[in-house]
């Protein structure tokens, strides 16, 4: 095996095993739903490839080695092992997204039901603060399984960090497997401040908007800078209580 070859093996089964500790970390979170929602990374080596569970498996179940590898200009069902909606939606942000290589799709109640609301996500916490003109909004239309929405859902996506599917799910993207998993527990914890707020019915003050500006931008400096520290402590916290996800 050249250098080169041991280079992509090796990025590759990374790749794996942080998709993995993705489906782990989700699952202790509570947004598995059983064998449902999905998320998926690009192969580093393949860049017109990714992985993502198979379909019939728990979150829990999911394993390094038993992610499926797909291409995303494929047409697959479930006869495949893999989630048409998922399959659909993945091979829609991946293909539109050069520059993602993990996306996190799933159906945190609180998300859903700020999804439904006209104004959608506020600036009422500084968890918002990483979405502010960064987070796009697509129009229900059933569940995710016809091609032709690919097209509208990557528009809605754009070059935004989240994408909010109206009454349906949260979809965040990262340049890495620590950015997408952080995006979205940080849109759940901004969604069940929200919601917390608003069920008060008292006067609420919104962050100013050149201030969620400024912190937007220094959330994205952040997260690729110091927070990137994050992941290999949930790796950590994970071999400890949950280590089957590297197998």
């Avoid at 690009?42 to 019939?56: A, Q």
């Avoid at 998922?86 to 829609?92: A, E, N, P, R, V």
């Avoid at 960090?161 to 993207?173: F, S």
Wanted: charged share 25%.
């Amino acid at each position: 095996m050249d250098a080169e070859t041991t280079i992509h093996t090796d990025t590759d089964h990374q790749a794996r095993v942080d998709l993995a500790a993705v489906y782990r970390l989700l699952a202790q979170h509570g947004w598995g739903d059983v064998i449902f929602n999905h998320a998926a990374m690009r192969v580093p080596s393949s860049p017109r490839r990714f992985l993502i569970k198979r379909h019939e498996l728990l979150y829990t179940e999911v394993t390094a080695s038993n992610l499926v590898e797909v291409s995303m200009d494929d047409d697959l069902d479930e006869r495949s092992g893999v989630n048409r909606p998922g399959f659909t939606l993945h091979s829609g942000v991946l293909r539109g997204r050069p520059d993602v290589q993990c996306s996190v799709h799933v159906h945190p109640e609180e998300a859903v039901a700020v999804s439904g609301l006209s104004h959608g996500l506020r600036p009422l916490s500084q968890n918002a603060m990483r979405f502010h003109n960064r987070v796009g909004y697509h129009d229900y239309e059933g569940l995710t399984d016809s091609f032709d929405e690919r097209e509208r859902i990557t528009a809605a996506l754009g070059q935004h960090r989240a994408l909010i599917m109206r009454h349906h799910g949260i979809t965040t993207v990262g340049e890495t497997a620590r950015e997408a998993f952080s995006l979205m527990k940080e849109f759940v914890r901004a969604a069940r401040i929200q919601l917390r707020m608003e069920a008060t019915g008292a006067d609420l003050r919104e962050i100013p908007p050149d201030v969620c500006e400024r912190v937007a931008a220094q959330y994205e400096k952040h997260d690729r800078g110091r927070a990137s520290a994050e992941w290999p402590a949930y790796l950590r916290q994970l071999d400890t209580i949950d280590p089957g996800y590297r197998c």
